[in-house]
């Protein structure tokens, strides 16, 4: 018996890339890793499951409690480090042109000169801040516009994995 089959390249596509562990996120799963990201916790997305761990400081911070609270996760994370993949937090740069990118859009020429005048200062962002919690209204659309970016950080970066396993085959 002879068996015949035919496929399209687009078939062919869409069975690989089913296969692989591509990472879909909710709207509300991406704001939840941003607004932990920016609580100062790290985000690690198991790729089979896609059950999301979050995790603060290290185990080896000196003002860590004496009993790790995450101390089940990072063992499962450790053990199979392989299985996930981690969402990084923005680095001091990255949050530096976060800063002057809403500097750019604040409508009031005295402010906005006053935020441009702290980021060009030492330390930065303990002094954006106090200008921006002074700034009355300014203060809830910098939350906004940091919220924003954290989310489209998130999605960037989930976005790089996904291309990443499909690289080849587009």
Request: charged share 35%; glycine share 4%; net charge negative.
């Amino acid at each position: 018996m002879i068996w015949e089959f035919g496929f399209s390249i687009s078939d062919f596509k869409f069975v690989f890339t089913t296969g692989f562990n591509m990472i879909l996120l909710t709207t509300d799963q991406i704001k939840e890793i941003a607004e932990q990201l920016d609580c100062g916790f790290s985000c690690f997305i198991n790729k089979k499951t896609r059950e999301m761990v979050f995790l603060y400081g290290d185990e080896d911070d000196v003002f860590a409690m004496e009993e790790d609270a995450w101390a089940d996760e990072r063992k499962k994370i450790k053990k199979k480090p392989k299985d996930y993949l981690e969402i990084e937090k923005m680095d001091s740069h990255e949050s530096f042109r976060v800063m002057e990118d809403f500097a750019e859009t604040v409508d009031s020429v005295r402010l906005r000169q006053d935020l441009f005048q702290v980021l060009n200062q030492k330390k930065p962002f303990s002094k954006f801040k106090y200008v921006v919690d002074c700034s009355g209204g300014y203060r809830e659309k910098w939350f906004a516009f940091k919220a924003e970016r954290l989310q489209e950080w998130v999605k960037e970066q989930v976005d790089m994995y996904n291309r990443g396993l499909t690289d080849g085959f587009a």
